[in-house]
């Protein structure tokens, strides 16, 4: 199998650390080699780790080793990762030692700075499909154990794709601003050590002042963000920072306000650097368009165009291929970055591919003469929250099981919740339930009560009714 | 209200804490709704509540309660 990482240059920078380490790729690689052996071809592996040298070593160990690894968040609650090791039953853990207590009765293989590896002993049944490579969470929903499942061409032909129009070589150096176990992040990871260039590894937020230090110290020359991340920078006053080494500014993982866009757009004309709009999901490994930034002002709110290497085209409520301009339609998405689809339990994994390259993006978008994409809206009911996806539906569920009529809606970054009730519902408890539920922030929860929803003539709750009351 | 009554305000509103929490060891991280999106709602309800426009440097340095009375000082505000 192809590796994931260029190892053709041993003594280059493959990464920074949050302590000041320095890995060159003849390090990693050594390091990654050994850690490859403690896990057997197609094990199923949970990987519940930060933006961290040893996760990232565990990460590309077990990739590397043939092994197929779930991608998780440190900031998993505990219910949520036991429902995922009942439905998936993994061979091995990868987790921080602070979430053992837990799950006491496995056995610990491997002891590493700060984590440990757990073996359950358990084999993989011999149906999984072959080319599984990787798993990912469809986001950090309900706890739901609904997974996207990857091959190695998937992840590879997508790094590949981003190096090509972002021109990344082994000058650049990429910081890692978002969790590795979300598809963004992640792909800022593997496009970077593909090209063999290096990583600022570190969990460090944009209000920690040692972030900045490591920025300039480590010479970063690019940074992505999802929309949250650029009001942040803004409320920063970034325009004023001096980072002489940036050129390189992505976004991605859901709509900026185009106000946001217009102010980072004239930042980086004004600074010399360039600034990609990108559109993507988890499915598709998960870039789909970039809009280049010559044509940032002309195309102003464009995803753009499909990546190198995939073909973007629009479908009416038929199914029809829409071939007028302007005409709004689904966004369908082909290429060898597309997934093969979800997995919901074990039995799962030995599914062959679903998709076939091709994927149904339930964005509603309408395509400009020129061939541009503009995102219109969506088919499907989803918010992006500070660049996690949240199924609306899930959330209702999530009521439901409180014994509690609700109805969800709102825009992205703000998920309303109204409920059906009285005086006995406590909003601030409820939200903070909710909130850890879900991992979505409290503030961009705003949680309302009725005594009755709004129904229409069917008896379906009327959306437009809530949103105009508020 | 008194200054302090207001950043007290502040601080019970965004993180949903209780304010006799509100002392030196109460600091960023410390509570989980302090992350980064806490602290960036915290920062906006400073300005809008004392009418000032905080630089970079203050805004990341405002690691704690106590640290944060000392900031608001360079803007006039005595807590």
């Not at chain 1, 490994?285 to 973007?312: C, D, H, T, Y």
């Amino acid at each position: 199998m192809k590796s994931l990482v260029n190892w053709s240059n041993p003594q280059s920078t493959a990464l920074f650390t949050d302590f000041g380490e320095v890995v060159t790729y003849g390090q990693l690689n050594k390091e990654v080699l050994f850690d490859s052996k403690i896990f057997n071809k197609k094990d199923l592996v949970f990987i519940v780790g930060r933006n961290d040298l040893v996760t990232l070593i565990i990460y590309l160990a077990a990739f590397e080793a043939g092994a197929i690894p779930l991608l998780l968040g440190a900031d998993l609650s505990e219910p949520s990762l036991t429902s995922l090791i009942e439905a998936y039953s993994p061979s091995k853990l990868f987790l921080p030692k602070e979430k053992y207590s837990s799950l006491s009765g496995l056995k610990i293989e491997n002891e590493f700075d700060g984590y440990f590896i757990l073996s359950t002993e358990i084999a993989l049944s011999p149906n999984v499909n072959p080319n599984l490579a990787l798993l990912l969470p469809t986001s950090g929903s309900t706890g739901s154990p609904k997974l996207v499942r990857f091959t190695a061409e998937n992840i590879i032909f997508n790094a590949d794709s981003i190096i090509n129009y972002l021109s990344i070589d082994s000058k650049e150096c990429a910081v890692t601003t978002l969790p590795f176990n979300y598809s963004y992040g992640m792909s800022v990871v593997n496009s970077h050590l593909r090209a063999g260039a290096s990583l600022l590894l570190t969990d460090r937020s944009f209000f920690d002042a040692d972030f900045w230090r490591l920025m300039k110290s480590c010479g970063v020359t690019s940074l992505a963000g999802v929309p949250y991340s650029y009001e942040m920078l803004m409320k920063l006053r970034f325009e004023r920072m001096d980072l002489p080494k940036l050129r390189t500014l992505t976004q991605a993982g859901g709509k900026m306000a185009p106000s946001l866009t217009k102010r980072v757009t004239e930042l980086c004309k004004v600074k010399g650097m360039r600034f990609f709009t990108m559109y993507g999901q988890t499915e598709a490994s998960p870039r789909m368009a970039f809009l280049s930034p010559e044509f940032l002002e002309l195309k102003f709110g464009s995803i753009g165009k499909a990546i190198p290497g995939g073909q973007i085209w629009l479908e009416d409520e038929q199914g029809e291929k829409i071939s007028e301009v302007d005409q709004i339609g689904e966004l369908i998405y082909s290429g060898p970055n597309v997934a093969q689809g979800y997995a919901e339990r074990k039995e799962d994994l030995s599914r062959a591919d679903e998709w076939n390259s091709v994927l149904r993006t339930g964005d509603l978008a309408r395509q400009d003469a020129e061939g541009f994409i503009f995102i219109e809206g969506r088919k499907s009911r989803f918010l992006k929250i500070f660049g996690v996806r949240v199924s609306l539906d899930s959330v209702e569920v999530w009521c439901q099981n409180k014994a509690f009529s609700a109805a969800a809606y709102g825009r992205d970054d703000l998920l309303m919740v109204t409920i059906e009730g009285g005086e006995e519902i406590q909003i601030a408890g409820l939200t903070k339930e909710l909130s850890d539920a879900i991992q979505v922030h409290s503030s961009a929860i705003g949680m309302t009560v009725l005594p009755n929803l709004p129904r229409l003539n069917s008896g379906k709750v009327d959306y437009q009714c809530l949103i105009n009351l508020r | 209200m008194t200054n302090k009554e207001k950043y007290n305000k502040v601080f019970v509103d965004c993180f949903s804490v209780a304010e006799d929490v509100l002392d030196g060891n109460f600091t960023y991280q410390c509570v989980a709704a302090w992350d980064s999106v806490g602290h960036m709602g915290m920062i906006a309800a400073l300005e809008d509540t004392f009418g000032i426009m905080m630089e970079t440097e203050d805004i990341i340095e405002f690691g704690s309660y106590s640290i944060g009375i000392e900031k608001l000082k360079k803007y006039g505000v005595e807590i």
